[in-house]
Nanobody
Framework: QVQLVESGGGLVQAGGSLRLSCAAS????????MGWFRQAPGKEREFVAR????????YYADSVKGRFTISRDNAKNTVYLQMNSLKPEDTAVYYC?????????????????WGQGTQVTVSS
């Protein structure tokens, strides 16, 4: 089992920044690729970003490319999502997830473990 706890969400004005953190415990963090997803009210959960277990391979959704940066610190068992130039349409609950399969990318069902989520609200 892997336990994931997100933090760092909040209310921010459009154009502002937030940094989300996801702390992992349980099985070795370095054995998992990590992803961030988000879910807005009435919408399906959508992929945001993914980072490989070594940190060497990163993917972003087109909607956040150039504004968001995913990173990880394997010594601290933590993955981060730096969000800049936030827009009202970024408002959602943000989830981190762990994937033991190194070949998966953006499909939520393929991730093994999920955090409880943290709310991000961007006001216009």
């Amino acid at each position: 089992q892997v336990q994931l706890v997100e933090s760092g969400g909040g209310l921010v004005q459009a154009g502002g920044s937030l940094r989300l953190s996801c702390a992992a415990s349980g099985r070795p963090f370095r054995n998992y690729d990590m992803g961030w997803f988000r879910q807005a009210p009435g919408k399906e959960r959508e992929f945001v970003a993914r980072i490989s277990r070594s940190g060497g391979t990163i993917y972003y959704a087109d909607s956040v490319k150039g504004r968001f940066t995913i990173s990880r610190d394997n010594a601290k068992n933590t993955v981060y999502l730096q969000m800049n130039s936030l827009k009202p349409e970024d408002t959602a609950v943000y989830y981190c997830a762990a994937d033991s399969n190194p070949t998966s990318t953006a499909v939520a069902d393929e991730y093994d473990y999920w955090g409880q989520g943290t709310q991000v609200t961007v006001s216009s």
